[in-house]
């Protein structure tokens, strides 16, 4: 199963468009929004047709029924969902892969820097960059996620 993966529109909506206009995004089966704004996953899902998990981020008001973490299961894989701010994911990401062993989970999804990463252990840990406002490169990006059960997932980060 493919998923994709999104963090830190802030509001910049218009960037979906480009993202789902490239090769393979169509095909993403759900969608993975990491905060910073949690609403703007309302406009991912018009837009894909699909599914959109979300959780808030350090802006994000109160949504209801959104909240700071959530675990997915998709494809015999648990995913644990947050925005990484309550994690110190500024400094390093034990503490959330740690908050993901202890949900269960063999992912961890995250945003909040600004910058993509891909950490592979015991627990994958993944963070999209912004796919509005990045630091790490000048383009946004976002990742699309193969899962199958009994594997390790293939990543793929994409630039748009």
């Known amino acids: 199963m493919r998923i994709g993966i999104v963090s830190d529109s802030h509001g910049d909506v218009r960037v979906f468009n480009d993202m789902l206009a490239v090769h393979g995004a169509a095909e993403a089966e759900l969608w993975l929004h990491a ?3 949690a609403p703007d996953a309302d406009d991912l899902e018009l837009l ?4 959109v998990v979300r959780v808030l981020g350090n802006c994000d008001l109160f949504v209801d029924g959104v909240y700071d973490e959530t675990v997915v299961e998709v494809a015999g894989h648990r995913i644990f ?25 063999d992912i961890a999804v995250y945003g909040h820097t600004h910058v993509a990463l891909v950490e592979h252990g015991d627990v994958t840990v993944l963070n999209p960059g912004s796919i509005a406002r990045p630091r790490d490169e000048q ?9 199958n059960a009994g594997e390790s997932p293939h990543v793929n980060l994409i630039r748009i």
Do not use: I, W
């Open 81 to 105: 969902l947050t925005h990484g701010h309550l994690f110190n994911v500024r400094f390093d990401t034990e503490l959330l892969a740690e908050a993901a062993r202890t949900a269960g989970a």
């Open 35 to 37: 905060g910073d704004f």
């Open 139 to 147: 383009r946004g990006s976002f990742m699309l996620v193969d899962l």
């Open 48 to 51: 894909s047709g699909r599914r």
